[in-house]
């Protein structure tokens, strides 16, 4: 297995090993389909949207899963084995994914979409990086399609998978921001060329990647309805990071203190958060689909505000089943920022048609 070395803003990929990649395995031959797996539910879309028929997608993780406890089976092994192209959130959210790359004999190429990003370091307040243009690191994804091959980015050369996810360094919750998602698409878009230069997948992707620039700008007018000091946010986990730095929203507190949704609260957390909640006058605690929203209520009601839950939880670490508003990842942003912004008593801009 190798990681590929894409164009452009992609640089070097993360996870570098040996052996056969992509079309060494058959795609891209006469007849034969590039086969894809992505760990995520949200890169499964996201992949599917741009590759269209080109390419046979599979995703390791189902609705409304989380990757953060993911236990892989004999079907992603299965999956993996037969490969082309594997496709990863990266920084460190797969913590499972060196194992599993070994146990299935996975002999293609790994491409990690957390690359071309700046990621927020864990535990890092998105204020930080106030006064910072935010569009800055998207100019990049939306201005020339495809540039010249990037060097080696020093530091990950010969770094393996596991040794990559061990890190822990970075809040892995890229995809808030549909500007990192409009990244994420351009590394797949040119690894998935790379691998099969046959693929015609140039009007597909372009037409997507125009699709995640408008989400972003509706996002952005959306969420400006509502004064910068009342865009207040509790949810489950520390996941909504990259969306406080993209959006002026205060994240107030989570009902888990942790980036990881498996992680626990204790009775004096539980406390603090409850008393920051009454403090700023948070509206709203929202649960997330893939936990169980139990201490999210009980957070809710010694608080005094409303729980949002079940079909208006937030779509965080997974999409929602297929067929349902969070089934796909632009539906999933657009429910969850409807969700936020009526929260705090405004209403969103009508919601485009071509992200309808």
Request: proline letters at 4%; a negative charge; glycine letters at 6%.
């Given at each position: 297995m190798r990681t590929l070395t894409a164009a452009g803003a992609i640089g070097a990929m993360a996870l570098a090993v040996t052996g056969c990649a992509g079309a060494a395995n058959g795609a891209g031959s006469a007849g034969d389909r590039l086969e894809i797996v992505t760990t995520t539910t949200q890169l499964a879309d996201i992949t599917s949207e741009l590759v269209g028929d080109a390419a046979e997608v599979t995703?390791?993780?189902?609705?409304?899963?989380?990757?953060?406890s993911f236990d892989p089976g004999p079907a992603a092994l299965g999956a993996l084995a037969d490969a082309d192209l594997l496709i990863v959130n990266g920084a460190g959210l797969e913590e499972w994914l060196g194992d599993t790359v070994e146990a299935s004999g996975f002999a293609g190429t790994v491409v990690d979409t957390s690359e071309p990003i700046d990621l927020l370091e864990a535990g890092e307040e998105a204020d930080a990086h106030a006064g910072e243009d935010e569009d800055a690191h998207a100019d990049e994804a939306e201005g020339e399609e495809h540039a010249e091959e990037a060097p080696t980015e020093p530091g990950h050369e010969g770094e393996t998978a596991e040794e990559h996810a061990a890190h822990g360094e970075f809040d892995p919750h890229v995809w808030t921001d549909p500007a990192n998602a409009i990244l994420q698409a351009q590394a797949i878009r040119d690894a998935v060329t790379a691998a099969d230069?046959?693929?015609?997948?140039?009007?597909?992707?372009?037409?997507?990647?125009?699709?995640?620039?408008?989400?972003?700008?509706?996002?952005?007018?959306?969420?400006?309805?509502?004064?910068?000091?009342?865009?207040?946010?509790?949810?489950?986990?520390?996941?909504?990071?990259?969306?406080e730095r993209a959006f002026d929203v205060q994240v107030v507190g989570t009902v888990l203190p942790s980036l990881d949704d498996s992680a626990d609260a204790s009775a004096a957390h539980i406390d603090e958060l409850v008393a920051e909640i009454r403090e700023t006058g948070a509206p709203v605690v929202f649960s997330e689909n893939a936990i169980d929203p139990q201490l999210a209520a009980t957070i809710a009601r010694e608080a005094g505000v409303e729980l949002r839950q079940g079909e208006d939880a937030l779509a965080a670490d997974a999409l929602g089943a297929e067929g349902t508003p969070t089934g796909t990842y632009i539906g999933s942003l657009v429910h969850n920022t409807?969700?936020?912004?009526?929260?705090?008593?405004?209403?969103p801009l009508p919601v485009p048609e071509s992200l309808s």
């Open positions: 995703s390791l993780l189902q609705p409304g899963a989380s990757a953060h230069p046959e693929a015609d997948i140039d009007a597909s992707a372009d037409a997507y990647i125009a699709q995640l620039g408008e989400l972003k700008e509706w996002m952005r007018a959306s969420i400006e309805q509502v004064p910068v000091d009342e865009r207040l946010v509790v949810t489950t986990h520390d996941t909504f990071g990259y969306l409807t969700a936020m912004v009526t929260a705090w008593g405004a209403e």
